[in-house]
């Protein structure tokens, strides 16, 4: 039942803002959690050689794999709780309580002495990292103007691969054994990355809650105040005392409680079943393609290369960079060109790059620094693809459901296509066969490509487009009834 009525035309303000300091302070605070994310993959796939040593952890490829589908896992089930919590509860107060578990299992997994202790560790790591997708996601693309949310969405989840250099270059000190002790070096990269933590949550503490979140609640108040003030850093010239800007377009929404699950059900599956459909395929694809192969990426360099484990870092540097410019380099075309083509251009030609590079592979064609450039040409295209899947899921459902969507479609896609993906190539590796690594690699490709079939049938035009006019919020109401 409805138990209040509210007319805004905050959204409307929102989307024209010019770009200021503000919005740089919003994304840098924000777009840190995938470098945060970036920087922990990076470090476990970087360390992957070394704890196998038996002076460390004594891990074999097998369990290292499962350590990887842990972070995972966690990272599904923190996605499914804090995305419900983010929407109930606020996007503030979510992206600072799952930044602070990050920070405390990050800094615990220095101390881990066995298998266990680090699964467990990687478990509420990854559950701290997923509870921060579905809170931020929602914050950024309802803080964002609509003429440049696609750019901007794709440049922050590109900021992963920011992580992943910053991973990859401290690791090359770290597992110097002329420096460190073998049982050292790995310890101190993960406190130095729960020391990065606690500068980003300060931060954090400045991004206010979101004003579409604050009306959609009744807040009206503290949502106009918000604005106001973000107005007013901007030099923006736009009214901000009344209810309704006169060159604005308002937006009439029902306060009432948080949709049920049956609700987001029917909206998900009757409303928007092609919308559904869109998600999962993206998503899916993306996670079994990024988590096979990163999560297992040193294994291939050292046990296939003989690339020494101290130097993974080196190939890891070129490929994250060539990840971050995909992203930075071709996101202002999915404003201009497109969300539909770009989505389905960047799927289709990641799929055939990476089945190209699988067979060169198996034929041992490749030496490990022509592995890396070919990873390199496959992940920049890959890189924008899996960023714009995570833009899809955030942009073109309902303003109620939006941390919750992008939380099932980030947990359904990821446990579907990434908790297997990184135990399954632990084993073909482990097997030492080049045609059996290379399998697993064609099946990422079929993934891949049929997600860009899907996503020319089903893609959402939704450049340049207001959120609501993307998706009308389920509280909506009509302004002629």
């Known amino acids: 039942m409805a138990i209040g009525m509210v007319e805004s035309d905050i959204p409307a303000r929102l989307d024209r803002l010019p770009w200021s300091r503000w919005h740089w302070r919003v994304v840098i605070a924000l777009g840190i959690a995938w470098l945060l994310d970036g920087l922990e993959v990076t470090l476990v796939g970087s360390i992957g050689a070394m704890l196998e040593r038996p002076d460390t952890l004594g891990l074999s490829a097998t369990q290292i794999g499962w350590a990887g589908s842990a972070y995972v896992a966690g990272a599904v089930i923190g996605a499914l709780y804090f995305g419900r919590k983010a929407d109930r509860l606020g996007r503030k107060r979510m992206f600072l309580v799952t930044l602070t578990i990050y920070l405390a299992a990050t800094l615990v997994t220095a101390f881990s002495f066995d298998f266990s202790s680090f699964v467990l560790c990687r478990l509420v790591t990854g559950i701290g990292i997923g509870g921060e997708y579905a809170a931020i996601n929602s914050a950024i693309d309802e803080l964002i103007p609509a003429r440049v949310r696609g750019r901007v969405g794709l440049a922050i989840n590109g ?38 933590a606690i500068a980003i949550l300060i931060i954090r503490r400045d991004v206010p809650e979101s004003p579409r979140w604050l009306l959609l609640h009744g807040r009206h108040s503290e949502a106009r105040d918000i604005i106001n003030r973000i107005e007013s850093g901007a030099a923006c010239a736009t009214a901000s005392s009344g209810e309704q800007d006169r060159t604005g377009r308002a937006i009439t929404l029902t306060v009432r409680p948080l949709p049920s699950w049956p609700e987001i059900a029917r909206a998900l599956l009757r409303r928007y079943p092609g919308r559904t459909f869109l998600g999962l395929a993206l998503m899916v694809s993306q996670a079994f393609l990024y988590n096979a192969v990163f999560f297992t990426y040193a294994l291939v360099l050292t046990r296939f290369h003989g690339v020494d484990e101290a130097r993974v870092g080196l190939h890891i540097l070129p490929f994250a960079l060539a990840n971050f410019l995909g992203p930075l380099l071709l996101g202002p075309l999915f404003d201009s060109i497109g969300r539909r083509k770009m989505i389905a251009g960047t799927y289709a030609l990641a799929g055939i790059a990476l089945a190209a590079t699988g ?28 960023s714009s899947a995570y833009l899809t899921v955030s942009e073109v459902f309902p303003l109620e459901m939006r941390a919750v969507s992008i939380s099932t479609f980030y947990a359904v896609g990821t446990g579907a296509g990434g908790f297997l993906a990184p135990a399954l190539f632990g084993m073909l590796i482990e097997s030492q066969s080049r045609g059996a690594v290379f399998a697993g690699y064609a099946l990422g490709a079929v993934l891949v490509l049929a997600a860009a079939i899907v996503a020319l049938r089903f893609g959402v035009d939704a450049e340049r487009r207001p959120l609501e006019e993307i998706a009308p919020p389920l509280s909506a109401v009509d302004r002629e009834d």
């Open 159 to 196: 900021t992963f691969w920011l992580g992943a250099a910053l991973g990859a270059a401290i690791s090359l000190p770290l597992l110097d054994t002329d420096l460190f002790a073998p049982d050292t070096g790995w310890r101190l990269g993960f406190a130095l990355g729960a020391m990065l």
């Open 359 to 386: 067979f060169a592979f198996m034929a041992d064609w490749l030496d490990a620094t022509l592995q890396t450039a070919c990873w390199s040409i496959v992940f920049f295209l890959a890189s924008a693809a899996a």
